[in-house]
């Protein structure tokens, strides 16, 4: 009973069917608010499901340039990592944190699991041997680049508020302070430099999922789809799959790090989907309100503006630790 | 129904082949993608590669130059991908008929690598989104 229960908790709910159809929903959601910012109706909200049954009926070709091994496994393992990720995450809400005796990954592993997805979209583009995706490479890894300095400083400021919340004297051991559940205790993004790490965090997130203005790597109007030109029929609905499954798992983790995690219970679950949907509508606006940055400007953008303001929410972060002031 | 064939006709992804066109039935073509119209409701949308289409659009009389290319970005399109021939000079050369650089009406060159290739004719100069979206609705209820 007991191994079909834990089967069915990783298979089902909350597991890989539940967050692929979330993720797709999620991808409606973000269709149908861009439509209607354009004042137009939008698809319909099976669309995405449709799209990846279609790409999975398609004809598959790997192109006669590529590699064919790293073509066709970089999106599995793509898929696999960010499906792992929100398996993780979903564990930390659903599981109530038990004091030392469950692994539930920490902080670490999750940055690890976040980062495979864009190593995956690079070594594939680079295996698929056309010009237009080797640009998209390029460009992919000088934004992988860009942004995960900025994240990890945001992650930083967050162990330090966690630590701040824990209480200078008891900092017992630091795998209870760098595991997720015990960091989802707590709502940061309400401090100073709480709120500033978010905001950058969101901005890494925004371009971790490739939306404008950091969808350089895919850029359909100059480069032709960039990354994922040379991707077609079930290899491209796998891409699409795991971007849907990012929709879920990125928010996510913003909303646990930030903003206190979804728990448990009616209400908090309420809570909780509130929380990923606001955080999900502002990825979207930012993606409708802002035209595509150069690659050059970006990695200006986040080394130049965004890194200075973490070391600044990082030093407040640790005044506050230092001076037990919870809202610096 | 097979369900390939359901899945297609929800969601055409549709690539933009300009062939020689004068710009005009392209314009009409991104129309179509305006609020006005907004095919995305039936879950058209426009994609960066040929390899992701379901449907090529195909704009204007085919050149000397571009059949080669016309015929590349078809035979990279992942089957089942239809063909739309927009406007009058893709259906059937237009007024430019008698030119030079004229190899042929967009029909006879796809048929020349793929005699099964399934062509839809959208004529008009330009046609307009409504006759566009017309035909594209013809086309899958054909399929």
Redesign the interface.
């Known amino acids: 009973m007991e191994v079909i229960r834990h089967l069915f908790w990783l298979l089902v709910f909350p597991g890989f069917l539940f967050t692929v159809i979330l993720g797709l929903y999620a991808c409606w959601i973000v269709r149908k608010v861009t439509a209607l910012i354009h004042h137009r109706i939008g698809p319909p909200a099976l669309q995405p499901l449709y799209d990846v049954l279609k790409l999975l009926g398609k004809e598959t070709l790997i192109p006669e340039a590529a590699n064919k091994a790293v073509f066709i496994w970089a999106p599995v393992v793509g898929f696999a990592s960010v499906l792992l990720l929100a398996i993780l995450l979903w564990a930390v809400d659903f599981i109530p944190a038990r004091d030392n005796g469950m692994f539930l990954g920490d902080v670490i592993v999750a940055i690890y699991l976040m980062v495979i997805p864009s190593l995956a979209l690079i070594l594939g583009s680079s295996a698929s041997g056309s010009p237009h995706a080797a640009i998209g490479t390029a460009r992919e890894m000088k934004l992988v680049m860009s942004y995960e300095l900025v994240l990890v400083m945001a992650f930083i400021v967050v162990l330090i508020k966690t630590a701040t919340f824990h209480g200078i004297s008891d900092s017992q051991n630091d795998a209870q302070l760098l595991s997720l559940s015990s960091i989802a205790q707590y709502t940061p993004a309400l401090s100073i430099s709480g709120l500033l790490a978010f905001l950058a965090a969101l901005l890494c997130v925004q371009a971790k999922l490739g939306f404008t203005p950091f969808d350089i790597p895919e850029a359909e109007t100059e480069i032709a789809g960039g990354v994922l030109i040379e991707y077609s029929g079930a290899l491209l609905a796998l891409w699409k799959l795991a971007q849907a499954v990012m929709l879920v798992a990125f928010p996510l983790f913003l909303v646990i790090l930030f903003m206190g995690g979804i728990g448990t219970g009616f209400g908090s679950v309420l809570l909780g989907l509130g929380k990923y949907v606001l955080v999900l509508v502002l990825l979207i606006l930012i993606k409708n309100t802002n035209p595509r940055m150069r690659i050059d400007q970006t990695v200006k953008f986040f080394w130049f503006y965004c890194g200075p303001v973490m070391a600044v929410a990082i030093v407040l972060a640790m005044l506050g630790n230092y001076y037990d002031k919870w809202w610096l | 129904m097979n ?2 064939i359901w ?2 006709k ?2 055409p ?1 549709v690539f933009h082949v300009n062939t020689g066109a004068c710009n005009n039935c392209d314009i009409e073509v991104v129309n179509c993608l305006t ?1 006005k119209f ?1 095919v ?2 039936f ?1 058209v949308t426009l ?3 040929p ?2 289409a ?1 449907a090529l659009l195909v704009t204007g009389v085919v050149t000397a130059q571009a059949a080669p290319r016309l015929i590349q970005a078809y035979q ?1 399109a ?3 991908c239809v063909v739309f021939a927009i406007g009058a000079c893709a259906c059937g050369t237009g007024i430019f008929r008698t030119g030079y650089h004229v190899v042929g009406p967009v029909d006879k060159i796809i048929k020349e690598v793929d005699p099964n290739a399934i062509i839809a004719f959208v004529p008009g100069c330009p046609p307009k989104p409504e006759a566009m979206i017309s035909g594209i609705v013809k086309m899958l209820n054909a399929l």
């Open positions: 369900w390939k899945s297609l929800k969601s992804w609020p907004d995305e409701r879950g994609v960066g590669s390899r992701h379901d990279q992942s089957k089942p």
